[in-house]
């Protein structure tokens, strides 16, 4: 920046001074060469300037490149007459006249080597003030993930995060037509004036093109463009990228706008834009990366199309890595290839990378028949054989891409498609040259090969799978914060985006941990609230709030970035195929303290980006928020409205294939229900178990009201699972409430599903079991009238209002015991006849205490239940519990006082087990492992082995307890396994494919099995069975003998008196029943 004046004159800010003898890169050549001083004369500053006579002639020596020339003529006294300015290659401008104290300005560009020459020619004199000099080069970042242009002249404003793009910029990106108009749009859209660049109704048969290059990184990017032509309209304006047409038939009247967005693929590493038309113009445009590319570095068709008839080609070069530590989302876009021959179907499919030519196939995409030679670009396909778009991709992990000349069974192959060069690319590579000779894709298995494979073949095959990437850690969600063009007039206004949402499509619950929001201020007015909503369904009454951060006091003009919430807030849980969606409030969460939004927007159409608008024009119109529910509306509600508000909300996102925390990302049922690996791997008859059914999402039912609020979905109940205190596996479930005020219930209970008793089977029963532990840290005395662990529904058939059904529910309670280290367990039975639906319990409450429960403390429980369908007194509710450390189990009835089932009617029943509680405004942690459930007791047992090792446990089954042989080393049968462990595992590991069953191998003469009962209640049989050979049993036949031990148990003595032999080898085995047929 030059300044021309006397020695000493002042400069403006950032610009050098030229006078008198100054020498080096700036020369100045004339006649009678004058240079003023700025000076006072009266109320007048006269600036500086420099003057001559005739011709005259300034030399800047400058680098390389295309540059901008800003100069200012005139002198405050003396004017400047006829004066042409030139360079040695054209006319700038001709015959200027500039009056004493007037400034006439000079823009032009000019690319030279390494210096401006500008020539001054006037038969009178001439005057300069400045020269601006402006490089327009641009020179991008190739890492960067957006690019953000504003097209205008170089000196007009540009806008806040956007980089100027004139008719001189060149580098990076350029003009390739040379008839660009630049200039400022007269009409203030944005709080500043909107420059733009057009052609407009040239005639005389120049085509109104112009071509833009952007050198860009390959990949997806999303082209968001807003057309413009100042006071022009714009008429029958087109776009192209790289060739292929994006946009048509765009119009707007004159000093308007038009704004559009489209996904453009680069693959050559430049993005080439023409734009075309009657007249067209554009004033911004943003560049982001949507979706990297695994392929070649070019799609231009190949040179060779193979000769065989199937092929099955996977790129194992261009990969994906997963490099970080947490799990990676990456969805499949779209598939690209250049066909050499058609009409022959084309599958694309991706695998994972186990090892060097070891892969499975993880998604198959869409089967084509429907393109054309050449090119082509298709969706990766929502017909995805059994495969997703997406796959969770683990730390470490790799994955390739492939495709198959036929459909993914293999069939219909009749020719080769894509077209490839020689070289190159490592590829593994399956076929033949007949039809049948193909290979096939199947998700979950490896591909399944064709006639013949080669491993190491180098072919360039001209296909691509385009795709995105999430990492399970930070992402955010809305538009650029940058200023807009218009600020709301209402004073209230709560803003919720539907365009720009977060959907999970994964088959896994996602968790969703708001984390920051970010929000431009245009003005500082109201204090602003973010929230995040989850979408339930058509309308805003499914528009639920299940987040609302800190109200925002204090901000700042311009960008502002502020954390979410200051204090712990659970995750936000999203089943697969879930919704959010983000927004704001321009007031406190319940309305109060609207003023006019400090947020700007621009208007767009409701296609291009959608929001719910709700408030008015004065503070008390302002909608409401409240937690779990849907908002309030204010005054006034526009459900589609087309605004694009200036703010964004960044989260954390951890997925899990069940309910796992942010540690346990990828964990089996198996791992989670089966605390001792192999436990009940094997389950008998009828077993009914989570281990073979698995944990599913609409198992948890969730619920967290406040007063007159309804049951909202998602709360500060939750479940999930966590490897922090397993009962003796690595993983246990977690449910957790946090602390909060209110009326109402909260509750997160997993259903163990429903059931039903057959009304022709008086014999029917149920058990179930787990084991608890209660957090010391985490659990405060329960305050609230109900604290229920587990709860067993049972009821008669209900047709509708006024049935009069007998319903009962069983539950375990909690209450406040003296010693804070314990909670007492209660067991607790509501039942009555039912009048009025739904149920209102009318008969007696009965409540037992079962035993006071220490914290931090593993416990085992059986529950089991049977309807007396006849009133006989055949009915009951047991409950046995233990710690976890102790081999024994106590036996208590669970309801003591009163009847246990009832007459008449198809009888149903429903067992859940979790948290489910009235507020009292405390934290609770409870930790639930080793769940099940089966019609017998056995089934449901729960027991731990201390002495075996991993191997033996593998090979177990639980067993009933009995108390093992007084000598724990004996070996009977000389097989090197201790009788003690074949009478724990039940049966003879030594002897091959035997039916695991209780045996014991004694070689007393009396053959005498003697065990401590596991249970006081009436109602067991026991027998004793003998076999040499472990194939065929006899019973022993008799009543037991029962002794009382001095603690009060029972000990029962089975004993054999046969005519075997010492000598021979007996087997004896324990069976025991309930007492009715099962």
């Known amino acids: 920046m030059l300044d021309f004046g006397a020695a000493g004159s002042a400069v403006s800010s950032g610009h050098h001074l030229v006078t008198s003898g100054v020498t080096g890169s700036v020369e100045v050549i004339g006649n009678n060469l004058t240079f003023g001083e700025n000076v006072q004369s009266g109320d007048l500053l006269k600036r500086d300037w420099m003057s001559g006579d005739g011709n005259g002639r300034i030399v800047i020596r400058v680098p390389h490149g295309v540059w901008t020339v800003n100069m200012t003529l005139g002198n405050d006294d003396n004017s400047n007459n006829g004066v042409d300015v030139t360079t040695p290659d054209y006319m700038v401008r001709s015959n200027l006249y500039v009056v004493a104290g007037a400034n006439v300005q000079v823009l032009f560009t000019d690319l030279q080597e390494d210096e401006i020459i500008i020539n001054l020619e006037t038969e009178d004199s001439w005057s300069i003030r400045s020269i601006e000099l402006s490089n327009g080069q641009i020179a991008i970042d190739p890492g960067a993930s957006s690019y953000s242009y504003d097209f205008g002249r170089i000196k007009n404003p540009v806008e806040s995060g956007f980089v100027g793009i ?60 807003t057309a413009c032509a100042a006071h022009f309209a714009v008429v029958d304006m087109a776009v192209y990228a790289e060739g292929n047409l994006i946009r048509s038939g765009i119009n707007t009247a004159a000093e308007s706008t038009y704004r559009f967005n489209e996904d453009v693929t680069v693959t050559d590493g430049v993005l080439n834009l023409e734009f075309q ?9 943003r560049l982001t990366k949507v979706a990297d590319v695994i392929g070649p570095d070019s799609l231009d068709s190949g040179a060779t199309v193979d000769d065989w008839r199937s092929n099955l080609v996977i790129n194992e070069t261009d ?36 090892a060097d030519n070891d892969f499975t196939v993880v998604a198959v995409g869409e089967t084509r028949t429907d393109y054309s030679l050449g090119y082509n670009a298709y969706p990766f396909g929502v017909d995805l054989h059994g495969g997703g778009h997406s796959v969770l991709l683990a730390s470490g992990d790799t994955l390739a891409f492939g495709f198959l000349d036929a459909n993914a069974g293999g069939a219909d192959s009749t020719d080769s498609v894509v077209s490839f060069d020689l070289g ?35 072919r360039d095959y001209k296909f691509a799978i385009d795709y995105s990437t999430a990492s399970l850690g930070s992402q955010s969600i809305g538009l650029a914060v940058t200023n807009r063009a218009e600020l709301g007039s209402w004073k209230s206004s709560l803003v919720i985006d539907k365009t720009n949402r977060y959907i999970n499509n994964t088959e896994h619950t996602s968790y969703v941990h708001p984390k920051s929001f970010s929000f431009y201020a245009a003005q500082i007015t109201s204090p602003v609230t973010p929230i995040v909503i989850k979408i339930e369904g058509w309308g805003i009454e499914n528009y639920k709030v299940v987040a609302i951060g ?38 406190h969460p319940d309305g109060s303290g609207a003023t006019p939004c400090p947020i700007p927007f621009d208007t767009v159409s409701e296609t291009e980006n959608a929001v719910i608008h709700s408030g008015g024009p004065w503070a008390l119109h302002s909608a409401k928020l409240a937690l779990w529910a849907a ?50 791997a094997q389950p008998v008859p009828n077993y009914d178990t989570l281990v073979s059914k698995g944990i599913r999402p609409r198992n948890i039912v969730r619920e967290n009201a406040h007063a007159n609020d309804g049951p909202p979905p998602y709360s500060t109940a939750s479940c999930r699972v966590t490897s922090d205190h397993p009962r003796q596996g690595n993983h246990a479930l977690l449910f957790e409430i946090l602390a909060m005020p209110g009326e109402g219930k909260q509750r997160c209970e997993f259903k163990l599903g429903s059931f039903d008793w057959d009304i022709d089977d008086p014999t029917s029963g149920y ?38 059904g007998f319903h009962q529910v069983n539950k375990l309670q909690l209450r406040t015991s003296t010693d804070p280290s314990r909670v007492k367990l209660i067991s607790q039975t509501l039942y009555g006849n039912s009048v009025d639906y739904p149920f209102s319990y009318q008969g007696q409450e009965n409540t037992y205490e079962v035993a006071e429960i220490e914290k931090d403390v593993w416990y085992d429980i059986i529950i089991g239940s049977r309807y007396d369908l006849n009133g006989d007194g055949g009915g009951f509710l047991n409950i046995w519990l233990k710690k976890a450390s102790e081999t024994e189990y106590t036996a208590f009835n669970g309801a003591p006082n009163g009847r246990v089932g009832f007459v008449g009617g198809s009888q149903v029943g429903g067992k859940s087990l979790g948290v489910y509680k009235g507020f009292d405004n405390q934290r609770y942690r409870i930790y639930y492992d080793e769940i099940r459930q089966g019609p017998l007791f056995s089934d449901v047992d729960i027991r731990q082995y201390p002495n075996l090792s991993e191997q033996v446990i593998l090979t177990s ?110 087997f004896m085995r324990l069976s025991v029943s309930h007492g009715f047929e099962l």
């Open 424 to 458: 190159g690319k490592e590829i593994y590579y399956s076929g033949g040259l007949a039809s049948d000779d193909s290979g096939s894709v199947v998700v979950g298995q490896a591909p399944i090969l064709g006639l013949n494979t080669i491993t190491n073949l180098q």
């Open 166 to 225: 004139s008719g001189n910029s060149w580098g990076d990106v350029f003009w390739s037509t040379p008839v660009i108009t630049v200039q400022d749009y007269i009409t203030p859209l944005r709080g500043v004036s909107v420059d733009v660049a057009y052609n407009g109704l040239y005639t005389g048969g120049i085509a109104n093109i112009g071509m833009l290059s952007h050198k860009l990184p390959n990949g997806v990017w999303n082209l968001d463009m």
């Open 957 to 1066: 089954e639980g067993v009933i307890a009995i108390a093992p042989p007084s000598d724990l080393s004996m070996d009977s049968d000389n097989d090197s396994l201790p009788d003690f462990l074949e009478y724990a595992l039940g049966y003879d590991v030594c002897v091959p494919n035997l039916s695991p069953s209780y045996v014991l191998i004694n070689a007393d003469d009396s053959r005498h099995l003697v065990f401590r009962e596991a249970s006081l209640m009436p109602g067991f049989d026991y027998d004793l069975e003998y076999s040499t050979n472990l194939i065929d049993w006899d019973s022993v036949g008799g009543a037991p003998a029962v002794m009382l031990n001095p603690d009060g148990s029972e000990e029962v003595v089975l004993r054999m008196n046969s005519d075997v032999t010492s000598a021979e080898k007996v």
């Open 767 to 804: 058990y179930h079991a787990f084991s608890f532990r209660f957090d010391s840290q985490f659990f405060g005395n329960p305050g609230s009238r109900f604290f229920t662990l587990n709860q067993i529904t049972q009821s008669a058939a209900l047709t509708g209002p006024g049935y009069d």
């Open 277 to 285: 038309g009657t007249a067209w113009g554009v004033a911004f445009m």
């Open 550 to 587: 800190d109200t925002i006091e204090s901000y700042q003009l311009g960008e502002n970035t502020v954390q979410f919430s200051s204090s712990p807030m659970p995750p936000v849980v999203v089943e697969p195929d879930g919704v959010l969606a983000f927004g704001f409030i321009n007031a």
């Open 631 to 680: 908002f309030v509306p204010g005054d006034t509600t526009y459900a589609n409205q087309g605004r694009a508000y200036s703010f964004k909300t960044y989260f954390d996102v951890t997925s899990a294939q069940l309910f796992a925390d942010a540690e346990d990302a990828n964990i089996s049922v198996d791992e989670v229900l089966v605390g001792s690996p192999g436990q009940l």
């Open 319 to 354: 990969s994906i890595t997963n490099f970080g530590l947490r799990p990676m989302l990456v969805n499949f876009d779209r598939f690209r290839f250049n066909a050499g021959k058609v009409e022959v179907p084309l599958t694309p499919f991706v695998v994972k990378v186990n």
